[in-house]
């Protein structure tokens, strides 16, 4: 190279032959990676700056405390899909909440190292089974026959939010230190009492975070109360699980495919509302999660 | 509560040996408990897989394995086929795929070994919330965002380098293949970068310690320690990804034009499994109609299950060993 003029001392110095390509080539990977880094990231900002922007002309008291509009008219809200979504996501971590933290003391607690190994996989796969599979499921299972119901819909979203709150519940609690068990059997304590007395109260933090991120991924499914909890005889407000129940997804979902310039101003104003809980939420349990290990581990 | 009270007084309470009564119905009812929400958790999978192929089977009598090989979804005439759908599931998600992979270890690289220290942090957890965006939230800013730049801007400007090759072959359209894979890019990228910034972070010091002492660049000693010892955990966590893209319902359905047809033009309308599922969600026939929507799930299902049972084995194997 154009080193030729340069003694082998002098190239060495300069960290040997090629060592300008070399640079070169580091320097370029290093500025594509940056570069994806901060993609990504735009990626981010121009999704939620676009749900700002087209969200918040429509955004006003009566977006929040009245019903839609009947067909053909404009204004309205969407109060009857807040109450439902509400009812619905309250409903489903009631039930996979206590469910996925037993499971969790179970595999963490009582549970050979092999069965709950086992356990661990088998909530991980439920984890990835699609959440549209786990919609027909309950439609085959409660909806064909009957009639879409909240309780379908709550008991399709209570699956979709289980492995998400177990998962985070056998983290939390595999970081509860050993020396308060040795502590608590000292003490002849019952081992369901040192679950009960020591290791909850000293794992709260850490369950609330997850059960918090279990109701942030819940709060935006679709999927799950496509088939459950999506066609509504009557649009006013349902607070009875035992009718299908109006949702924040499912009417950003059959919003956004209407043709209506009209529909989509609704959409993109219900999607600020559901993106502001989905996103809060999800930084809250976040900032709370490093805080909550570190009280843990003592 | 009641437990004897002459036991008390002969014996020291430390040697108690008669369990109080709460105890001995408590711990066997709360062990009890705790064991059967683990067995319903493993139960869940079996039963949804059950309940799923149960009522996929008049489908699978009926259509047979010739179902995966016909293009036709024609519910007037009650002849159903998953091939368009399935050749739909593939290309999204490996275009997905193509783009998201190399994408998410670039960020990985620089979340690890290139930035600063403030920024990791902060620029982490950006990337995780792009997982927290709802789906259906994604599919919408996929309809009236993304869709038009595509058909004005990025399919003309492919078209005029690539147009040649059939896969960016005019007329252009906002809604297809093109636009679902770029919306299950943005998903899966977030679920591959931070599996993959955790296996990265297992690399032993020593051995980029040794790459640089012998006078690697940054990027040499990332592609000579970092990439080798991490690559079981990259395909790991691609897999992972792929698994989402595969099963996405909702964005889908709203991006990719829900057409039952094989196009070589990325830019033309197209299906999917899942969203076959999801756009029919009102118009399934009962009987054999909803039955070949089962089917259709019962593909996804076992797919999905093969793609995650896959990845999380050769995550798991490692991961574990490094972090602890």
Redesign the interface.
């Known amino acids: 190279m154009e080193a030729g003029s340069l003694s082998v001392a002098q190239q060495r110095l300069r960290g040997g032959p090629g060592a300008r390509r070399r640079r070169a080539v580091n320097r370029v990977v290093e500025v594509l990676c940056t570069f994806a880094a901060f993609l990504a990231v735009a990626v981010l900002l121009l999704v939620v700056i676009s749900v700002l922007i087209k969200g918040l002309p429509a955004l006003n008291l009566d977006f929040f405390t009245k019903n839609p509009a009947p067909f053909g008219m404009t204004g309205g809200g969407i109060a009857n899909s807040i109450v439902g979504s509400a009812i619905l996501v309250l409903l489903a971590t009631a039930m996979s909440v206590p469910v996925g933290i037993m499971v969790a003391i179970y595999t963490s607690e009582f549970a050979p190292t092999k069965v709950s190994e086992g356990i661990r996989f088998a909530l991980d796969i439920l984890n990835g089974v699609p959440t549209i599979v786990t919609g027909v499921f309950i439609f085959g299972l409660l909806v064909v026959g009957h009639q879409q119901s909240g309780w379908a819909g709550a008991i399709a979203l209570a699956i979709v939010e289980l492995p998400i709150v177990a998962r985070s519940a056998q983290e939390v609690l595999d970081l509860v230190p050993r020396s308060l068990h040795e502590a608590g059997l000292a003490l002849g304590l019952r081992r369901w009492r040192i679950v009960l007395r020591i290791v909850l109260p000293t794992a709260l933090g850490g369950l609330i975070t997850g059960a918090v991120l279990g109701v942030a991924r819940v709060a935006g499914e679709t999927a799950p109360l496509l088939f459950a909890s999506s066609i509504f005889s009557n649009l006013g407000i349902t607070t009875n699980p035992a009718q299908a129940m109006p949702n924040i997804p499912v009417t950003i979902f059959t919003l956004s495919e209407s043709p209506s310039p009209q529909d989509h101003a609704q959409a993109w104003a219900a999607a600020l509302v559901l993106i502001a809980f989905v996103l809060i939420l999800s930084v809250i349990a976040r900032t709370f999660h490093e805080r909550s290990r570190r009280r843990i581990r003592g | 509560m009641s437990s004897s009270a002459s036991a008390a007084v002969t014996r020291p309470?430390?040697f108690?040996v008669r369990?109080k009564l709460v105890?001995r119905i408590?711990?066997p009812l709360?062990?009890g408990?705790?064991?059967?929400?683990?067995v319903?958790?493993?139960g869940?999978?079996i039963?949804?897989a059950v309940?799923?192929f149960?009522?996929a089977s008049p489908a699978i009598s009926k259509f047979g394995l010739s179902f995966l090989t016909t293009q036709t979804w024609d519910p007037v005439h009650n002849v159903y086929g998953a091939l368009a759908f399935i050749y739909g599931t593939a290309v999204s998600s490996l275009i997905a795929m193509l783009i998201a992979a190399p994408?998410s270890v670039?960020?990985a690289?620089?979340?690890t070994e290139?930035?600063p220290r403030f920024v990791r942090r902060p620029?982490a957890?950006?990337?995780?919330?792009?997982a927290?965006?709802?789906?259906?939230?994604?599919?919408?800013?996929g309809?009236?965002?993304l869709g038009p730049f595509l058909n004005d801007h990025l399919e003309p400007f492919l078209n005029s380098f690539l147009g040649w090759i059939p896969l960016f072959a005019a007329p252009y359209s906002p809604y297809g293949m093109l636009n679902a894979a770029l919306i299950l890019t943005?998903m899966a990228?977030?679920i591959i970068?931070s599996i993959t910034r955790e296996v990265f972070a297992t690399t032993p010091g020593e051995l980029k310690e040794g790459a640089y002492a012998l006078?690697s660049?940054?990027?040499?000693m990332?592609r000579m320690t970092v990439l080798p010892v991490a690559r079981p955990g990259m395909v790991g966590a691609v897999i992972?990804g792929l698994?989402r893209a595969?099963?996405?319902?909702?964005a889908v359905t709203?991006v990719i034009g829900n057409a039952t047809q094989i196009k070589a033009s990325l830019f033309q309308p197209a299906g999917t499994l899942?969203a076959q599922?999801?756009s029919s969600?009102?118009s399934a026939n009962p009987g054999l109609g909803?039955s070949s929507?089962?089917y259709l799930?019962a593909i996804?299902?076992v797919i999905?299950?093969l793609?995650?049972?896959g990845a999380?084995l050769i995550v798991?194997r490692f991961t574990v060993v490094g972090t602890r």
């Open positions: 309470k430390l108690e369990p105890d408590g711990e709360f062990r408990l705790a064991g059967l929400a683990g319903v958790a493993v869940l999978i039963w949804i309940t799923v149960n009522d994408t670039a960020i690289i620089y979340l290139l930035a620029v957890i950006l990337v995780e919330l792009l927290a965006i709802p789906s259906v939230i994604l599919g919408l800013w309809i009236i965002v943005i990228l977030p970068t006078g660049t940054r990027w040499e990332i992972l698994g595969l099963g996405e319902a909702i709203q899942a599922i999801a969600y009102q909803v929507l089962m799930a996804l299902l999905s299950l793609a995650n049972i999380r798991r």
